[in-house]
């Protein structure tokens, strides 16, 4: 009885072990990402790109790699501020279950095994990856105190994971990919600031400038309209024909369309509430609307 109490007391179990490495990969996060790349993958597939398991299981191993070694490194680069806010302080950097040189060696060899299994795809997914990773680490993170535009930087390497999957899938980075970018790079802004809003409180403590105004005002709800438009019509660029192989039905568009005036809608009322609780209505229904509509792409390529 004695050994079996000591081993779970054990700080360094399987299970603590388990815990800080979800933790410090934002595991949620990080399949979220993966959920994108494996949604741009099957809308790649085709007569001419078959479908692969092999490839499918990869891309989604290495997409998680990536994701969680760009969540690590900026975990490390935060770790101070991270400890002024309640949201990011028992993280396991910040509050010192794990050492910056442990996390660092986790985000290296997370880096390296996660190009290295998008390299076996192709070379273009393995590069997109790796400037993902640079863009998070090494520009959004420093510019996260710094300015508002630092969103709008990190919008690049958020957008990259669903035009990701079509690459991997067809070694070819065109309109459709850039397509599936637009979409996802239209979305981070109303998604992060209804975040910035709901947390400002939190983010102000670590000096985050997350609000294009820096202030929960007017001009900030109203550009949250402006760039959920922008969504909108992002996301209905392909039932035009325009956008070579990537294709919509007119009656998914349809459905893509009402999908849209949903996050509208909510992107009103914030500007009508001007409070949090209206903020963080937005955020989840911004987050249900980017995984409905990938849903609705891939369904719309396998029905019609």
């Not at 994971?161 to 070694?171: E, N, Q, R």
């Not at 850039?178 to 910035?196: R, V, Y």
């Amino acid at each position: 009885m004695k050994i079996i109490l000591n081993a779970q007391q054990d700080p360094l179990s399987f299970k603590s072990i388990f815990a800080d490495f979800i933790a410090i990969t934002k595991a949620r996060l990080a399949i979220s990402v993966v959920f994108s790349s494996v949604a741009g993958y099957l809308l790649g597939v085709s007569e001419e790109h078959a479908f692969s398991w092999m490839t499918l299981f990869l891309l989604a191993l290495g997409g998680y790699c990536m994701v969680g070694a760009s969540n690590v490194f900026n975990q490390i680069i935060e770790k101070d501020l991270d400890a002024l806010m309640d949201r990011t302080k028992k993280r396991p950097v910040p509050s010192g279950k794990m050492s910056v040189r442990t996390a660092f060696v986790v985000g290296a060899i997370l880096t390296v095994i996660g190009i290295g299994i998008l390299y076996s795809i192709n070379p273009k997914t393995a590069m997109f990856g790796a400037i993902s990773i640079f863009l998070y680490t090494s520009i959004y993170t420093p510019l996260k105190t710094r300015t508002p535009l630092s969103v709008f930087v990190g919008a690049f390497p958020g957008a990259i994971p669903f035009m990701l999957g079509w690459v991997a899938a067809t070694d070819v980075f065109g309109i459709e990919a850039g397509t599936l970018f637009l979409i996802q790079f239209f979305w981070q802004f109303p998604h992060f600031w209804a975040i910035g809003w709901f947390l400002f409180d939190d983010y102000k403590k670590a000096g985050f400038f997350m609000l294009p105004t820096g202030k929960k005002d007017k001009k900030t709800a109203l550009q949250t309209i402006l760039y959920t438009v922008w969504l909108i019509i992002a996301s209905l660029l392909p039932v035009t024909g325009f956008t070579g192989e990537l294709k919509l039905s007119i009656v998914s568009a349809v459905i893509v369309f009402l999908l849209g005036l949903w996050m509208l809608v909510y992107a009103v009322k914030l500007y009508k509430k001007m409070d949090a609780p209206a903020a963080r209505k937005l955020m989840l229904v911004s987050v249900s609307y980017i995984s409905l509509l990938q849903v609705i792409y891939v369904l719309d390529k396998f029905i019609r």
